[in-house]
């Protein structure tokens, strides 16, 4: 198996302080575009309102939409809930009525969490912030005449400030293996694929067979998940009254060392932990194709 770039932070100990400082650093960028992008055009429609003489509900002067649910549209749906700006319009349009919350991926692989408590209602939150709650997907933008082009056959929605934050999904690669490459992204179906893959660890550890599992990234997220795959993985194969050497994991970083961008101590520390738990670290390379065998 193959697995492309991951999630958030090392669950070891040891790397604790990697892992929240990387949890700090993504939401401090969150809140930084949410407030450069989003709240700062809004500021003169809050202006217009105040000096406006008030007889009954106040009109509709911007039309917020936000398209997809990820994180930087969850703060901004609670914020909006918290301090609603009069009039602006919210509305979120969204394929999918829940997202999942990335930095507890990597818990759930390990067992700790259950699908549905990795994963963010977006329902509730929409009514809290009293925003219209479109489920339908986006299938482009009319930019001349601002509007948001629907699926589904319904009407373009219009809109003054369009925010989009729909995730990413990795590039695949050709190559002849392609039923045996898991990427990571887009998240909202991770947790499906992985089942397959302990489904097939059980299959193969039964028959005493072996598996090999390929990580692609030696990020901070890439480290995090097969340390917990190899948890989840070696608890699974003991249940069975296998040894959990029956899977094998290894980690690709094109950069010449893991955890790029954290301390030296902590690299260390990492390196240390994967060679102890006999995951193999290969630096300095880029998979450009994947083959069988």
Known sequence: FFFAHAMT????????????YVVLRSLKRDFRFVLQNI????????????????????PVLKDLVLVGGGHAHVH???MMGMRPMEGVRVTLVTRDLSTPYSGMLPGHVAGHYTADECHIDLAPLARFAKAVLVHAPVVGLDRERNLVLLGDGRPPLPYDVLSIN???????LSGSAADAVTPVKPLSGFSARWDIITDRV??????????????VGGGAGGVELTLNMQHALARLLRSLGK?????????LNRGPALLPGHNAGVRRRVVRICRDRGIDVVTGVAVARYTDG
Request: aromatic share 6%.
């Open 243 to 251: 040894p959990p050497s029956l899977v094998t994991f290894a980690i």
């Open 39 to 58: 709240f700062r055009p809004l500021l003169n429609t809050r202006k217009m309102v105040m000096d406006a003489p008030s007889h009954g509900p106040p």
């Open 76 to 78: 901004v749906l609670k």
């Open 9 to 20: 932070a090392p669950w070891v100990g040891a790397a604790l302080f990697a892992a929240t």
């Open 202 to 215: 059980r299959r193969r550890g039964a028959a005493d067979g072996v598996t090999r599992i390929v990580t």
């Open 166 to 172: 729909i995730g990413s999904s990795p590039k695949m």
